[in-house]
């Protein structure tokens, strides 16, 4: 993080000569946000399937100085985009050197500062803070209390011989603290509601009173939160002054297409590429096959065995799409490949990193996995449907029909899958289709096992399992 002290004011007296003007920090990220929406840039990049339901939403929020509760499910980038509104803030801002409540050198509202510019007026030492550290953030638990959020007594400043109707004997909370700057809180309605009291004041007349002191502090802090629909509607958990406070509430969504989805998965799964003495290994997932994990997910949440209330989170998707690479590149490994390319075999590890994220409802004990894997064979049809010509694949089942046979699994290496193109030359075409010209031994393997495993799903092919290895054969 570059920081050019020389160039910035270091004294009051500076600070007003250089022309630099205090304004509201609802104002202040309005006036970023207009210059974006008016050069048609994003508020903020890293979130997508947003552009044409949530970011308006979020825009006229901005624009209207409101303060925003975000109503989603888990894994909907709530948070993502609350810590992202950072970059909507000046990049450096001046403050009294010290304070803890980041104190406009123009307007101090704590003891501290306002004592201080007494004392030395435009001689008072300015200090600058990054825009980052304008942030705070609050998960809300059980035990969070009064004193977190708004402050309570020092005690060691209280034996340093301070009386305790000093307001300097106060240890101020995540909010003061955040003064000047966006204060967050997630999964609000989990706050008591005895807590939430104590916000009412922060967002409306926009300062806090800590215990029985008779200290206000006008706070300019825009507030920001989160909170799961159930909870925030049904249960009735976020007392009904606190809702009335929030300017704006704007609901979320998963993603509505599965484009949207794999996009997110490629932007969000961690490369699993490696280096060794003998080379590099890359694992790569083809098209389809990411297609395949975004419909899982997509079925999962309209299917009526899952708990749709739970809902099921994009990191479903982030955490298969990384599964499905880790397999293949422990087959590769196995078998001493290079250049490793999932194929359906990697499906089998899918079950490991999707139980804990869905919440399966089923009348029978034990049924989890089969729903799961039916999920799953339900994703790869859908996905060979749309990516497959029917009519590139007649000549394919013909040929199983006229005694062609084919053994996939872990132990079947990719130049032995690939050799299949080269035994059922109908298989050609189908393949070059899906690896778009490609034809590594790789690319080629995995969208050979592909076409089999659409075939069979069809209907069109017989499969016989046997743990991780399956035999393909001709229905007649």
């Not at 011989?161 to 204060?183: A, M, Q």
């Not at 809702?243 to 969504?253: E, N």
């Not at 990191?315 to 499905?324: I, K, M, Q, T, W």
């Not at 690939?418 to 050609?428: C, H, I, Q, S």
Request: glycine share 8%.
């Amino acid at each position: 993080m570059a920081d050019d002290n020389a160039s910035r004011p270091t004294t009051l007296g500076a600070l007003r000569d250089s022309g630099w003007v205090s304004r509201p920090v609802k104002q202040e990220i309005r006036e970023h946000a207009i210059a974006r929406i008016a050069a048609g840039e994003p508020l903020f990049t890293g979130v997508s399937g947003y552009e044409d339901t949530v970011m308006p939403q979020l825009e006229n929020a901005l624009l209207a100085g409101h303060d925003v509760i975000f109503l989603g499910e888990r894994g909907q980038a709530k948070t993502r985009m609350i810590r992202s509104l950072t970059g909507l803030l000046d990049e450096w801002m001046p403050i009294i050197e010290g304070s803890e409540i980041n104190d406009d050198p123009y307007n101090p509202v704590s003891r501290y500062a306002i004592d201080l510019v007494a004392e030395h007026g435009d001689a008072t030492q300015i200090d600058w803070v990054h825009r980052d550290r304008r942030y705070g953030e609050k998960l809300a638990t059980p035990d969070t209390s009064i004193a977190d959020l708004i402050g309570e007594v020092d005690p060691i400043k209280v034996a340093e011989g301070r009386y305790l109707s000093d307001e300097l004997t106060l240890h101020y909370g995540l909010v003061p603290r955040t003064n000047r700057g966006i204060f967050a809180m997630n999964e609000l309605p989990d706050l008591a509601e005895r807590i939430q009291v104590g916000l009412l004041n922060v967002l409306e007349e926009r300062d806090i009173q800590i215990r029985g002191y008779k200290v206000r502090l006008p706070l300019d802090v825009i507030l920001m939160a989160s909170a799961n629909p159930e909870d925030y509607t049904n249960r009735g958990r976020m007392i009904t002054p606190l809702k009335d406070r929030f300017g704006s509430q704007i609901r979320t969504h998963y993603p509505l297409e599965v484009a949207t989805e794999v996009a997110i998965m490629k932007q969000e799964a961690r490369s699993l590429d490696i280096s060794t003495p003998d080379g590099d290994i890359s694992v790569s997932v083809p098209e389809y096959l990411g297609e395949v994990i975004a419909t899982f997910s997509h079925l999962a949440r309209s299917s009526n065995q899952v708990n749709q209330r739970s809902g099921v989170s994009v990191r479903l998707s982030v955490s298969n799409f990384e599964a499905l690479s880790a397999n293949a590149l422990r087959r590769g490994l196995k078998a001493g490949e290079r250049n490793v390319v999932a194929r359906v075999d990697d499906l089998d590890a899918l079950p490991a990193s999707s139980q804990g994220k869905i919440e399966i409802e089923s009348l029978e004990e034990g049924r989890e996995g089969l729903i799961l894997q039916t999920l799953i064979k339900g994703a790869v049809l859908t996905v060979f449907k749309d990516a497959v010509d029917p009519a590139q694949t007649r000549a394919v089942v013909d040929a199983f029909e006229e005694g062609a046979v084919a053994h996939t699994g872990e132990d079947i290496t990719s130049d032995q899958l690939a050799g299949l193109v080269a035994e059922v030359e109908a298989l050609r075409e189908p393949v070059l289709a899906l690896t778009g010209g490609d034809e590594s031994p790789a690319a080629l393997a995995a969208a050979v096992e592909f076409v089999l495993e659409g075939l069979h799903l069809s209907k069109r092919l017989n499969k016989d399992s046997s743990g991780s290895s399956a035999t393909y054969r001709g229905r007649v």
